[in-house]
């Protein structure tokens, strides 16, 4: 008997686009119990709603086979390689060309849960801190969004560590795959000896964006509210409201598979 689908459940027409992308059926083995289809369906259903991996309702795929397929391909990297010609496809669609050539960087702070705070073991870095800027203890989202606000890298980190070292990590994920990229905009907190950094190991600008000096009250600067747009984006993902994961690699991945779910309704859009 047929399910009733799910609100986040994916389309014919996204599954269209999504199927290429994902990894080929073997000719030997014993054969699939359960398609690529529902398990992405499973997948988005708990990035949207916000549920926990073992309260994935029963008519879906059981939750550990979900989360051993979303760990695996962001270990993989297959996430980010999904996520990185779904941009191309919705540049194209936009009228763009496939690869930027300007990106904007910014960070934001999140709180944590209980999951998040266990203690490190030996000669692991710790993965939840205090962010003075911000009030607030929990973890940062360092993420690089094109000038439509699609996610081109993300590293989620202590909240305790300044943007300008967190930079370092998330930049030269970069490299490679964006080749026409030029310039990267960013605020005050990106300054200072990153600048030259930049410009000295892949040769790209690095430009700080500040408000103006005789601003009074709120005022949108140009470009920098791109990547703001993103964040709010990414509140309307329950799962994305906290940082709910014990791993910050996973939260990267949830950062990837709502961006993913985005980007595969707007192509889908006629």
């Not at 000719?27 to 709603?49: A, C, D, H, Q």
């Not at 059981?62 to 051993?68: A, I, K, N, T």
């Not at 795959?177 to 000295?200: E, M, S, T």
């Not at 500040?210 to 920098?224: L, M």
């Amino acid at each position: 008997m047929e399910r009733k689908p799910y609100t986040t459940d994916l389309t014919d027409e996204e599954w269209k686009i999504i199927e290429p992308l994902l990894p080929k059926e073997l000719s030997w083995g014993r054969p699939r119990k359960y398609s690529y289809r529902e398990i992405l369906n499973g997948m988005f259903y708990v990035i949207k709603t916000g549920c926990q991996w073992r309260n994935l309702p029963h008519d879906l795929p059981p939750w550990s086979l979900v989360y051993y397929y979303f760990w695996t391909w962001q270990h993989s990297g297959l996430l980010q390689k999904i996520n990185d010609e779904l941009v191309k496809k919705v540049r194209v669609k936009e009228g763009r060309s496939p690869d930027p050539t300007l990106a904007i960087i910014d960070s934001q702070t999140v709180k944590t849960t209980e999951a998040a705070n266990a203690k490190p073991k030996k000669n692991e870095e710790m993965t939840v801190g205090y962010d003075g800027g911000k009030c607030i203890k929990g973890r940062k989202r360092q993420i690089v969004v094109d000038t439509l606000g699609l996610l081109l890298g993300q590293f989620v980190h202590s909240g305790g560590v300044a943007d300008s070292v967190a930079a370092k990590r998330v930049i030269p994920t970069l490299l490679g795959r964006f080749p026409l990229l030029q310039k990267i905009l960013a605020d005050g907190r990106y300054g200072g000896g990153l600048i030259g950094w930049v410009k000295l190991i892949f040769k790209w600008t690095l430009e700080v964006v500040s408000k103006p000096k005789d601003q009074k009250g709120f005022q949108v600067i140009p470009k920098r509210w791109i990547v703001e747009r993103t964040f709010a984006w990414f509140g309307k993902y329950r799962r994305l409201s906290k940082d709910y994961e014990a791993n910050p690699r996973m939260s990267e991945a949830m950062l990837l598979g709502a961006m993913i779910r985005l980007m595969l309704r707007r192509l889908a859009r006629t």
